[in-house]
């Protein structure tokens, strides 16, 4: 047997040399099993699995792995691993010798040896082995490894490309599913468990624990048998890869898609991670309130770039911050945007927040305040700043529901994708269903004075951003959301919503306390946060200063713990004026206007002393046949003030007397519809049009 071994010999050394990998090539072409998510600064802030074959981590250098293990697998697979040039000449004779003569036969690769064959699968034994070709290329192909890499480098990939345990590939993934450590922290005893699995990786605990206490002895070390069978058992029941809560989950399934990728996102990790910290501890904090569940979303002002993106707290797969939600009275700014915009109200206009019943097709609407009370007579600033319902349903009256639900959709909210008339009046209040991340892109468009652009999670160029909103109605709409004693009405002077800097903010609740909202920005972040129960649970007792108001301050105050922020200037086109209130509903102050509509007195006028207007439908207003209702229960309701004495008229017809409002079947159609006085004159007039066909 050694004059065949000495044979082989002699045949390699004069053997055409075949060109082996070069270990830069082999490092370059290794692949994690999983894909890393980077924030903004490049920083590893998430991990997630793509191959499921297989479970590796990053490479490890093998100065960065516990000199313990390269010690503890020589002594098991290759004790002259430095003196040989690839193939160990005496042990494979041995091996021979035993093969022929043992009843229990041993091998001979060594490390080199085995290495050429995690690198060539040509090479690696199948079921029945190896036959005589594959050993003799393996032993050309070790040889070549060793003629062309260092010692160092054959251990260092050896060690980062052998199977362990299972599907642990790797000495970076069998240390951290094991032992719960980096590779450069394992101990003498945890790498002995690691050498002893490298001949059999599916052996059970018995085998290797023999194994490992041969291996011990051999290495002198001072553990007992006993303390390694322990360590076994304690690392053959840990979870596989378990590790910390992952903070980006919800970005990552987003953005990562092949193994073994690096992807850089928008991400702020510090950011990110004190976002999530937050939200958990108020969830924590309102679990007796019957509240699970919540999401962040933070972003740049100026470039659309996201932040932060906590989709959940960690409670399962569903994504907070893309799921569909009740927007509640988050909705509010950008329908006072649009009257403020078409000159309808200014922020000094007084608004009537008295009981009001509105008829629709489906029955009464009857809006009602959060506290179910009144207030009178209020201006518009203060009816947007303390969220009053009715002056807000009154207003969408002015507006038209048609013009609304255009401009929702203006500023990214893509989920309403019903006709306006679905939503009805209580659109005013929020019944659509929005995602929190859309939402908080429209309230960054009002942070922009009016322009919009596409939030995004991955670096790219900026979008270009295109005007969605008056810049002047923007701006005084910004300056109504920060200002804490128009909002005192509702939510006092003291609350989480007045920050030490310059910021605007907005709640929100939905119908039956099921979502509740956060919304607002600073001059460079703007700042979504949503608390609720994904599975709908109402919540008890909790509002949106109680609710998310604490997440979204905790996170504004991050942002700004060394920068402050400023009131954004005013555009060109508003005017500031002092002005006062007959009777004094409110107190004298100075007022934004959009120039042309400002005015030094506010004097309360009664229905009967206003001017003849026909408030609804509005000039140029699209009404809409809703299918799903009856025809003969199908009605349009026109609204009128300064009415006494007058009658309606519709396309020449006179109707009835001009009471506050009015009941018309409507039919399709272009309409014009008038007051007219007792001599027949026409006193107010609007044109507006009916899509969609009744049923006959």
Known sequence: MKLVISAMVLALAGSAAHAAPTFDEVRAAYRSSDAQLLDRHGEAIQSLRIDMAVRRLPWVALNDISPA????????????????????????????????????????????????????????????????????????????????WTKQQIMEAYLNMVSYRGELQGVAAAARSMFGKSASGLDLSESVILASLLRGPAAGQKVVSQRACALAHELRLPSTCSEIQLRIIVAWSRPQLAGTLAPAPQVAQRLLTRSGQAVRSTLDAGLQRHAQTVLRQQLAALSGRNVSDGAVVVLDNASGEILAYVGNAGNGEVDGAAALRQAGSTLKPFLYELALERKQITAASLMDDTAIDISTGSGMYAPQNYDKGYKGYVSARTSLA??????????????????????????????????????????ALGSAEVSLLELTNAYRALANGGMYSAASMAPKAAATPRRVLDARASFIVSDILADRAARSLTFGLKNELATTFWAAVKTGTSKDMRDNWCVGYSDKYTVGVWVGNFDGQPMWDVSGVSGAAPVWRDVMDYLHRSTGSRA?????????????????????????????????????????????????????????????????????????????????????????????????????????????????????????????????
């Open 386 to 427: 303390s969220s009053l319902n009715v002056p807000a349903v009154r207003t969408l009256m002015m507006t038209g529901m048609e013009r609304f639900h255009e401009r929702l959709r203006d500023v990214g909210l893509s989920s309403l994708t019903q006709p306006a008339e679905y939503y009805g009046y209580s659109l």
């Open 69 to 148: 293990l390269p010690a503890a697998v020589l002594q098991a697979e290759d004790q002259r691993f430095y003196e040989h040039n690839g193939v160990d000449w005496s042990a494979a004779a041995k091996a021979a010798w035993d093969n022929l003569f043992r009843t229990r036969p041993r091998g001979a690769s060594t490390i080199t040896m085995q290495l050429a064959a995690l690198l060539d699968p040509a090479l690696q034994s199948s079921a029945k082995g190896r036959n005589w070709g594959q050993k003799w290329d393996q032993v050309k192909a070790a040889r070549e490894l060793d003629a062309e």
């Open 568 to 696: 954004p200037k005013p555009p060109k086109g508003v005017v500031r004026q002092q002005v006062s209130y007959q009777p004094e509903l409110e107190s004298t102050r100075s007022e934004w206007f959009i120039a042309g509509t400002e005015s030094p007195l506010i004097t309360l006028v009664r229905d009967e002393h206003r001017a003849p207007k026909i408030l609804y439908p509005g000039d140029a207003s699209i009404l809409a046949i809703d299918p799903d209702i009856p025809e003969a229960t199908q009605r349009v309701f026109f609204l009128a003030q300064g009415s006494q004495g007058l009658r309606w008229q519709l396309d020449g017809e006179p109707l009835a007397q001009a009471t506050a409002d009015y009941a018309w079947r409507p039919t399709p159609g272009p309409h014009q519809l008038a007051l007219i006085d007792a001599s027949a004159n026409i006193v107010a007039t609007t044109r507006f049009q009916v899509r969609g066909a009744t049923a006959h």
